[in-house]
C-alpha cells in the first residue's frame, strides 16, 4: 500500500459530523468521555477474567476477546477523530485511510464472528449441560477464535485490496468521522462493480450466515428452557444468555441501520447510525455484561480491591 493511488489522490480530509465551532468542541468532550469509559469498562472486564480463575471458561474466554476487539475497534477510530475535531488539520493520508478502513471492516467482522461463537457456547451449555465440559474444551475454544481472526483478516484485506483498485477524483471531502466503506465508494469516479459484488458475497456470509447460526441456536434455547418445569430453572437457565442476547440485538439493530440499504440513499443522516455501532455499542457491551452478573461483579470487586490493598501495603 503505498501513499497514493492510481488516480494521484494523497489524502482525504475527515470533515466530521458537523462544521460549526459549538458544536464541535461539544463533540470533542463527549466522543473523548465515550471512549475513555469504553477503554476503562473493557480493561476491567478483560483484567477480572484474567486474573479471576473462577472466570476462566469458554463463555468468559470469548467476553474478554470481545472486550478485546471492542477497545481495538474504538481506538482505530475515536482518537483520530478526538484530534480532527480539536485541531484544524482534518487530513488523513491516503494510507492511513486504507488502514482506519482495513481495521474497521476486520473488527466489526471479528465482533460479529465471536458473538456467533458466544451463542454457540449458550447453546451447548442450556441445551446439552452434560456434556458441556466435554464439547467446549481449551483446544476447542481456541480453534474457534483462531478461526474467527482468520476469516476476519480474509475479510478486511479483501476489501482493503480492493478499495486500493478504486480511482478518486474531485473532492476528497469526507463528511464523517472515519474513513468508511460506503463514504470511500460515494467518492469514487471509477467503476465499482466489482467492489458491490464482492461486498454482497462476502457480507452475506460474515454477517449473514452467523446471524442465521445465532437465530436457530436461540431457537433451540428458547425450546430447551420452556421445557424446564420450574420457574426459577426458567430464569436462571435465561439470564446466562440475556446478556449477550441484548449485546447481538445492539450490534445487529445498529449495525442494520447503516447498511440495511442502497448505497445511492447512503447520506450523512446515517452519521447517528454509524456513531451507535461504531461508539456506543463498545461502549455498552461492558455494562450489559456486567449488569445482573454475579460472578463478574465478585471478579471486579476483588479486583479493585485488590489494587487498592496493594496500595496500601
Not at 18 to 45: A, C, H, K, R
Not at 103 to 127: E, K, P, Q
Request: aromatic residues 12%.
Amino acid at each position: 500500500m503505498d501513499g497514493v493511488n492510481n488516480s494521484g489522490v494523497s489524502e482525504f480530509l475527515l470533515l466530521g459530523i458537523s462544521d460549526s465551532p459549538e458544536q464541535q468542541w461539544v463533540l470533542f468532550w463527549m466522543f473523548l468521555s465515550m471512549y475513555l469509559v469504553t477503554v476503562v469498562g473493557n480493561v476491567l472486564i478483560i483484567l477480572a477474567i484474567s486474573f479471576d480463575p473462577r472466570l476462566h471458561t469458554p463463555m468468559y474466554f470469548f467476553l474478554a476477546n470481545l472486550s478485546f476487539t471492542d477497545l481495538f475497534f474504538v481506538t482505530n477510530t475515536i482518537p483520530k477523530m478526538l484530534v480532527s475535531l480539536q485541531s484544524q488539520n482534518k487530513a488523513i493520508s491516503y494510507a492511513g485511510c486504507l488502514t482506519q478502513l482495513y481495521f474497521l471492516v476486520s473488527l466489526v467482522a471479528l465482533d460479529n464472528l465471536i458473538l456467533a461463537t458466544m451463542a454457540y457456547d449458550r447453546y451447548v451449555a442450556i441445551c446439552r449441560p452434560l456434556h458441556y465440559t466435554m464439547v467446549m474444551s481449551l483446544g476447542l475454544c481456541i480453534m474457534l477464535l483462531t478461526l474467527c481472526w482468520a476469516l476476519s483478516v480474509f475479510y478486511g484485506l479483501t476489501h482493503t485490496l480492493l478499495m486500493t483498485r478504486v480511482t478518486f477524483c474531485g473532492s476528497q471531502k469526507i463528511h464523517y468521522i472515519f474513513c468508511e466503506m460506503y463514504v470511500l465508494l460515494r467518492l469514487a469516479c471509477s467503476n465499482t462493480e466489482v467492489n458491490h459484488i464482492v461486498l454482497i458475497a462476502t457480507g452475506c456470509f460474515i454477517f449473514l450466515t452467523p446471524l442465521g447460526f445465532m437465530i436457530m441456536s436461540y431457537v433451540r434455547i428458547v425450546r430447551a428452557i420452556l421445557q424446564i418445569p420450574s420457574a426459577t430453572g426458567k430464569y436462571k437457565a435465561f439470564s446466562t444468555c440475556a446478556s449477550h442476547l441484548a449485546v447481538v440485538s445492539l450490534f445487529y439493530g445498529t449495525l442494520g441501520m447503516v447498511y440495511l440499504q442502497p448505497l445511492q440513499t447512503y447520506s450523512m443522516k446515517d452519521s447517528v447510525a454509524t456513531v451507535m455501532y461504531a461508539v456506543v455499542t463498545p461502549m455498552m457491551n461492558p455494562f450489559i455484561y456486567s449488569l445482573r452478573n454475579k460472578d463478574m461483579h465478585g471478579a471486579l470487586r476483588r479486583l479493585l480491591l485488590g489494587k487498592v490493598f496493594q496500595r496500601l501495603t
